[in-house]
């Protein structure tokens, strides 16, 4: 058998780029006479902008510095053995870098063995270890201090979790074992699998205190120093630590099987990692530790090698990375301030404009209506959000006030935009309406203003064509809700000139969205691939497969809601819109439902009733429903849907709708929420076969969302 350190060293081999972490050593007494105590401090050297994490090297670090306090412990040098992290970081888990250059099960193995080696000697110690969560503390970062006899953690952390699931991983260096034994199965299964999949939910420090991980919370101020007085009055027998029993009866066993449920509403059994972590808790029942950390070890390693996790971790790249620089973006110092925004409309979409450009940007923002009653409601949904915000704490008083002064409505276009950098329009979706609010804002706005469109579909060069300066227009898409979907197409138009595209990346990026930048072609990204999916949906069932078959035909890809769901989201309207205006441009792939127009022409908001808590199709719109004699299966349906949206990809990428495959992944997971396991929509085409089987290429290079070859 291979030593740790052969195994590690071993890994470290495979991955010579490694940020190393160090683990200081260093000793003090403690206060209260308590005696000498050892502080292991993991640092990668770097500041706060680079966390720590745990490559091989790293692990080699730490298990040198176990050995010397080890020793030092079993001399009776030392009565204790804290671990802690630099400045605002504890540690933020496995180092992903050196995931993706795995090739082989056999070195995937390693990696999990070599952790938890590491980790669980600071369990096998002659004296008390203690965690100090100081800051973030992410997957290994969590798990080096459950391998701990003691935990405390600060006040101020802002986020604590085990992503794994959530990347196609398991908690896999004692997580899935030692949380549900220190805290219980049904919180260990909310931590695990809940918050993961719920778009990566991070736990606050008093979380982590209240559900029973940190055993004592403290301040960030002088978090360390409170978490060594609160250690020598443990270890003086002056404070007993008193955890609640663990239930190992019936809610152990029905925890994992509200577990399995979530995961199946989440992603309908379309990853494996979720289940993987329920196996392995609902093995952790009888406490035996080590048979849990082998099934972690096994797990990890079969998932390093499956093409969920490459998915996974390429998805998460594309989000860090990619969604940060945006592809082709101009020179960010031909940008100009924008000290004043207009907004043109004071709607519903336009409102939740008005109020994120007040909220990121702080400064005027005025709306402007054809009436003054609209203004006055658009303008007061704004002040409602701010109060929100001063109700939840998260902006005090002074702020609110100072927000609430920014926002005006006028009715006269030249009051409002005369001093203007910024003006965007969320006026009904038709051609003629956009140009007309645009020669109307061009007349009175500032000549280096720039003009942004929200629309949703329509050619932006049309919309600048009838200008004296088309060159400052740009599309500028966000989608619904604007508080919460990340992505904001930026579309250029024909003469859009750098410097007006420039200003549109700068404001994105104060807006703490995710920028990708895309060509002036119908419906853009995000709606021409949806409109495409759910047309082949609608497709089918107007050609006579069941409503519920064609539903449950795409759930294998874990999409966050099914497609019908989504079209009442969207609204009926909307998608009908949408679809007419890719009809136009693209004929023979974009037909127009006519089912979808009647539901439409009838009034109807969607397809479902909810009498009964879930969807049912309503019996007024299956009464509006022609269908045909052609009824598929399901797998058959998914083949064509696949198929279709396959197709429609390449073609985009042929005509340069956006710089390459990633951007359609980035704008899938950010602007439509597509999972992470999927890597947005181009990896699992490949690993499906779809990709090949359509144009006759794969869309990614090997290696690229998949293991390397």
Known sequence: MSTTAELLKGAAELFPDEVVTQAHVRHFDLPLGAGRFALITLDNGHDHTKPTTFGPQSLANLNAAIDQ??????????????????????????????????????????????????????????????????????????????????????????????????????????????????????????????????????????????????????????????????????????????????????????????????????????????????????????????????????????????????????????????????????????????????????????????????RRLEVPVVLTDIDQERIDKGVGYVHAEIDKLLGKGRINQDKANRLKALVTGVLDKAEGFADADFVIEAVFEEMGVKQQVFAEVEAVAPAHAILAT??????????????????????????????????????????????????????????????????????????????????????????????????????PLGLPMSPLVLLELVGPAIGLHVSETLNRAFPDRFKVSPNLKAVVEAGKRGFYVYDSGKPELDPEVAALLKQGDAVLTEEQVRDRVLDAVAQEIALMLDEGVVAEAQDIDLCLITGAGWPFHLGGITPYLDRAGVSERVNGKKFLQPGVASVPA
């Open 454 to 555: 929200n629309t949703s579909s329509l050619s932006v060069s049309e919309m600048a064509s009838k200008l004296k300066h088309p060159e400052r227009v740009v599309g500028f898409h966000f989608f619904n809700p604007v508080a919460v979907l990340p992505l904001l197409e930026i579309v250029r138009g024909e003469q859009t000139d750098d410097a007006s595209l420039a200003t549109a990346f700068a404001v994105a990026k104060k807006l703490k969205k995710t920028a990708v930048l895309v060509k002036d072609a119908p419906a853009f990204v995000v709606n021409r691939i949806l409109t495409r999916f759910m047309g082949e949906i609608q497709n089918v069932i107007d050609e006579g497969t069941p409503v519920e078959v064609a539903e449950k035909a795409v759930e």
């Open 69 to 358: 306090v080890e020793k030092e412990a079993a001399d009776g040098e030392i009565v204790g053995v804290g671990i802690t992290g630099k400045p605002f970081i504890f540690a933020v888990g496995a180092d992903l870098k050196g995931v993706e250059l795995l090739k082989e099960w056999d070195h995937a193995y390693a990696i999990g063995k070599g952790g938890h080696d590491v980790f669980k000697r600071l369990s096998g110690l002659t004296v008390p270890t203690f965690a100090y969560y100081n800051g973030a503390a992410m997957g290994g970062g969590v798990e080096v201090g459950l391998h701990c006899t003691y935990r405390t953690v600060s006040a101020a952390l802002p986020a604590f979790s085990l992503p794994e699931v959530f990347l196609g991983l398991v908690p896999g260096w004692g997580g899935c074992t030692l949380l549900p034994n220190l805290i219980g199965a049904e919180k260990a299964v909310s931590v695990i699998i809940e918050n993961s999949l719920n778009q990566n939910k991070q736990l606050k420090g008093k979380q982590v205190y209240e559900l029973g991980i940190a055993d004592a919370l403290f301040e960030g101020a002088d978090f360390l120093e409170q978490s060594l007085l609160w250690t020598a009055s443990v270890l003086k027998g002056e404070i007993t630590v008193e955890r609640p029993a663990v239930d190992r009866g019936e809610a152990w066993d029905q925890a994992v099987a509200k577990g399995r449920f979530f995961a199946d509403s989440k992603v309908h059994g379309a990853a494996p990692a979720a289940y993987r972590a329920l196996d392995i808790i609902a093995e952790a029942k009888d406490g035996d530790l080590q048979k849990g950390y082998d099934a972690e070890d096994k797990a990890l390693a079969d998932l390093i090698m499956g093409g969920e996790l490459r998915a996974g971790i390429y998805a998460f790249n594309l989000v860090q990375k990619r969604g940060k620089r945006p592809a082709g973006a101009p020179d960010k110092s031909l940008a100009r301030p924008v000290t004043k925004v207009g907004v043109v409309g004071a709607g519903l979409m336009a409102s939740q404009l008005a109020q994120l450009f007040l």
